[in-house]
């Protein structure tokens, strides 16, 4: 399931997180890089380019978000944010800011995983590219506007299938309310939380998902939806 | 007691162009009822022809007396012994007086008439004393009535500022009180700060009363056109009454009568203002207290566990067996999760304490924060059975998805603490009445109806100090409550079902009802 071999830095002060995350990324065959401040984390990051960056935000000499914004200037790589929780707003700005996707702390080890699965997934799908995603129930063809739930074709609307396609491209990364609205109503719609929250409503209905368990799309409270994967 | 020294009081000048008319009239009135004696004495032969004369004359001055004073009465006797002399003695209308028996008549005539003149006069005096005392007593008697009803210090000192603007004569034309602040005792403290301001508003410099402050305990003095009366009792001054303008002695007795008692009356009010600081303080240490063993054993419980665990596995992990060791990495996981909650409460709480809770409000689909409650403690409530029932007419909500989620979170994790083995958790939502009401049954032991309402006080359970068995710290109900009413809300615990259990109800006002979600599966 993993690819060994590819590296991660992990940009943290705390040595007792850093270790414990070492570890675990080691034993699952990952090579692991290590940076306690963020100056020392962009120079590894210029120096020997990892796959991909699991940040704290709450560095001692850097803020996160300058961070983010200062890798993004030149680099593409994916980061993973670790962030406190009760703060839903640094959450988005750090998404806005150019994050991935974040991980909550504290945090189980098996969380942290998926989402790092599920980046690195998408950088490799980045290179190969193909319109076809197939998930457990759901395969999706973007170039035909194909959709099947467990085998049987299910026929959206223009904006369903615009959501939908957002998701599915995402992989499992979340995707902010901001976001989604702007790619599926268009600039100006970031406000109207309404229509996102009725057209999930539909969608889910369309794809038999059931709001109290969901399969396919999950709601990450106050901040955005992602596909369960 | 307030010492009563004597202080000179200049009276002012009386009022002029009042008084010239105030002081004849008596003089006329003697006047008038003498020409009356002298009309009736001319018909007096043709009414009651045996009548005497000289007693007609000597009722005349009575009258007069009765109704003035000594030199009316005086007058009115010296001019009906002239009248009389003139009028009716031989020889008739000449002042001479022909028979010596005549004479005798008006000399004793006159002297009756001024002893008696004197008398009357000197009892009508009497009576407007008294008239005058007792008005003065029942001016007192209403203002300790109003004192003693007085339930607070604002109460006593309208009743002081009302009191000395009705003084009788001519009330003090500007009053000022001021007051030193409660708790600080007399004379060490800064001076005290004008509380009450009544009648005209000429000053009175604020370093007067500094300065009189300073000096000692305010004997009643003068500072300009001022009169300063303290306001103390045996437990020392605390305040000072400014009146501007006392016009006679009687008045200033009369105000420092009302201020010796609203001194009392005050001491009294400020006692009790002083007696609920300290209880409010007594209170807030014990919540501190509260706080205190709550924090400490939630955090230390399953800190307890983890390091226990966590040593064990350390020291002999290698001859556990790995049923045992995944045992333990188990409790430590759950012990920190545990401990994870115990802190979101904490911060949540500190939060909702400072009145710092600035609710971002979004539209929220009610399922999804169900959902996410549910997802949140799926580990609480395994072994349990949760029924979740949402109507159809439940439109999207205007709250903060994550406050509400919280707050659903701590209900159905009490709900699970207190459920027997695979009880049964009921949720139901519907709208009613523009608010959301969402239901939460539990088939646990239930709340006896006294503690109902208190069970959302904080630390109500820890005070009660019996849950701590069940891991409950009291502090996730007052939470919740405080969530629910940051939205405008409200929660009340209920009887469960059929009579046991508890059904906690939860209602939301429902803002802009008028979006609600299409209905489901129509584009």
Redesign the interface.
């Known amino acids: 399931m993993t690819t060994p071999a590819e590296t991660l830095l992990i940009v943290e002060d705390e040595a007792q997180i850093r270790k414990f995350v070492r570890i675990s990324l080691e034993a699952q065959g990952y090579q692991v890089l290590e940076a306690r401040l963020g100056e020392e984390g962009l120079a590894t990051c210029l120096a020997s380019p990892p796959h991909l960056v699991i940040l704290d935000l709450g560095l001692p000499d850097l803020d996160g978000m300058d961070f983010i914004r200062r890798l993004r200037a030149w680099s593409t790589l994916p980061i993973l944010v670790l962030s406190v929780r009760a703060s839903e707003t640094e959450k988005i700005q750090a998404l806005d800011a150019g994050a991935n996707d974040y991980v909550t702390k504290p945090f189980g080890i098996g969380e942290l995983m998926a989402r790092i699965r599920v980046l690195l997934r998408k950088e490799e799908r980045r290179a190969t590219p193909s319109p076809q995603f197939t998930f457990p129930g759901l395969r999706v063809d973007l170039a035909r506007r194909e959709v099947e739930v467990d085998g049987s074709p299910v026929s959206l609307s223009r904006k369903e299938f615009a959501l939908l396609s957002l998701l599915v491209a995402g992989q499992g990364q979340v995707l902010t309310h901001e976001r989604i609205l702007r790619e599926v109503w268009g600039a100006g719609h970031q406000e109207d939380t309404h229509y996102l929250r009725v057209l999930v409503g539909n969608l889910r209905q369309k794809l038999g998902d059931d709001p109290m368990r969901p399969r396919f799309i999950l709601t990450v409270q106050g901040v955005g939806y992602r596909l369960a994967v | 007691m307030i010492a009563h020294t004597a202080i000179a009081v200049n009276p002012l000048p009386r009022a002029p162009g009042r008084y010239p008319f105030r002081r004849l009239a008596p003089y006329l009135f003697a006047l008038l009822v003498v020409a009356i004696t002298v009309a009736v004495a001319f018909l007096l032969p043709w009414l009651f022809p045996h009548a005497s004369r000289s007693l007609l004359f000597l009722t005349g001055v009575l009258v007069v007396a009765a109704r003035s004073s000594l030199g009316p009465s005086l007058m009115a006797s010296f001019l009906s012994f002239l009248a009389f002399n003139f009028f009716f003695t031989e020889p008739v209308h000449t002042f001479k007086v022909a028979d010596d028996g005549d004479f005798t008549t008006l000399a004793f005539f006159l002297l009756v008439s001024a002893l008696s003149g004197n008398l009357a006069s000197r009892m009508r005096q009497e009576m407007a004393q008294r008239r005058a005392s007792l008005e003065r007593i029942s001016h007192l008697y209403a203002f300790s009535r109003r004192l003693a009803s007085a339930a607070g210090t604002d109460e006593v000192l309208d009743a002081l500022t009302d009191q000395l603007a009705l003084l009788p004569g001519t009330p003090p034309v500007a009053i000022r009180v001021f007051l030193t602040a409660v708790g600080e005792s007399p004379r060490d403290t800064s001076p005290p700060r004008e509380v009450r301001r009544h009648g005209d508003d000429r000053a009175l410099a604020p370093p007067a009363v500094e300065e009189v402050w300073v000096r000692g305990i305010p004997e009643p003095g003068h500072h300009g056109d001022w009169l300063l009366l303290p306001l103390a009792t045996d437990r020392g001054a605390f305040g000072l009454v400014a009146l501007a303008e006392i016009p006679d002695p009687e008045q200033l007795e009369l105000a420092r009568n009302l201020c010796a008692q609203a001194a009392v009356a005050l001491d009294r009010t400020r006692l009790v203002t002083d007696l609920a600081g300290a209880r409010l303080a007594a209170e807030t240490e014990q919540l501190r207290a509260a706080l205190l063993s709550s924090v400490s054993h939630d955090l230390r419980t399953p800190l307890a566990a983890i390091i226990g665990s966590a040593t064990s596995l350390l020291e002999y992990g290698e001859a556990f067996s790995a049923a045992d060791r995944r045992d333990l990495l188990t409790t430590v ?1 759950n012990a ?1 999760q545990h401990l ?1 909650r115990h802190i ?1 409460n904490l ?2 709480m500190t939060r909702l304490g400072q009145g710092k809770l600035q609710i ?1 409000r ?4 009610l ?6 409650a ?1 997802a949140r403690l799926a580990e609480v409530l395994t072994g349990l059975e949760v029924e ?1 029932r949402i109507s159809p007419e439940v439109p ?1 909500l205007w709250v ?3 406050l509400i ?1 919280q707050a659903l979170v701590n209900l159905l994790d009490n709900a699970a603490k207190f459920s027997p083995p695979g009880g049964r958790i009921a949720i139901q939502a519907e709208p009613r009445d523009q608010e959301l009401v969402i239901d939460l049954c539990d088939q646990g032991p239930g709340i006896p109806a006294e503690e109902r309402e208190r069970i959302f006080d904080m630390f109500y359970s820890v005070s009660r100090g019996d849950r701590h068995d069940r891991g409950g710290s009291g502090l996730g109900l007052a939470i919740c409550r405080g969530m629910i009413a940051a939205h405008g809300g409200q929660i009340q615990a209920l009887p469960g079902e059929a009579g046991w259990g508890t059904r906690m109800r939860l209602r939301l006002p429902l803002v802009n009802a008028e ?1 609600t ?2 209905p ?4």
Do not use: C, M, N, S
């Not at chain 2, 489901?520 to 584009?523: I, K, R, S, V, Y």
């Open positions: 996981a920190a994870d979101q911060l949540d971002q979004d539209w929220v689909d399922r999804d924060l169900i959902a996410g549910l979740v999207l903060q998805g994550t989620e979006v979600p299409k489901e599966g129509t584009p």
